[in-house]
Nanobody, 112 residues
Framework: QVQLVESGGGLAQPGGSLRLSCATS????????LIWHRQAPGKERERVASITGGAQISRYADSVEGRFTISRDNAKKTVYLQMNDLKPEDTAMYYC?????WGQGTQVTVSS
């Protein structure tokens, strides 16, 4: 049974940082790309960052390039999203995704 469980969301001030984690189980983690998405109320879902299996090539949305870093720990079957210099527009529910499986999401709110 494939499971993805996000954690690490919360309230941050503008300019602050958060680190999201997505712990997984039930599939060959190291073989698959992992993707972080986000969705703010009233907005379409946005693909934030991705990291491939194998060579671990990462890609980012323009909106987060230079501020967010995606990484993975294959031994722990966990993918991370380090978010720095947070902005109010980063406020959203953040989801991790692998293949056709999704976690339940973790809320990130950026506000002073």
């Amino acid at each position: 049974q494939v499971q993805l469980v996000e954690s690490g969301g919360g309230l941050a001030q503008p300019g602050g940082s958060l680190r999201l984690s997505c712990a997984t189980s039930g599939f060959a983690f190291s073989d698959y790309a992992l993707i972080w998405h986000r969705q703010a109320p009233g907005k379409e879902r946005e693909r934030v960052a991705s990291i491939t299996g194998g060579a671990q090539i990462s890609r980012y949305a323009d909106s987060v390039e230079g501020r967010f870093t995606i990484s993975r720990d294959n031994a722990k079957k966990t993918v991370y999203l380090q978010m720095n210099d947070l902005k109010p527009e980063d406020t959203a529910m953040y989801y991790c995704n692998a293949m056709n499986y999704w976690g339940q999401g973790t809320q990130v709110t950026v506000s002073s």
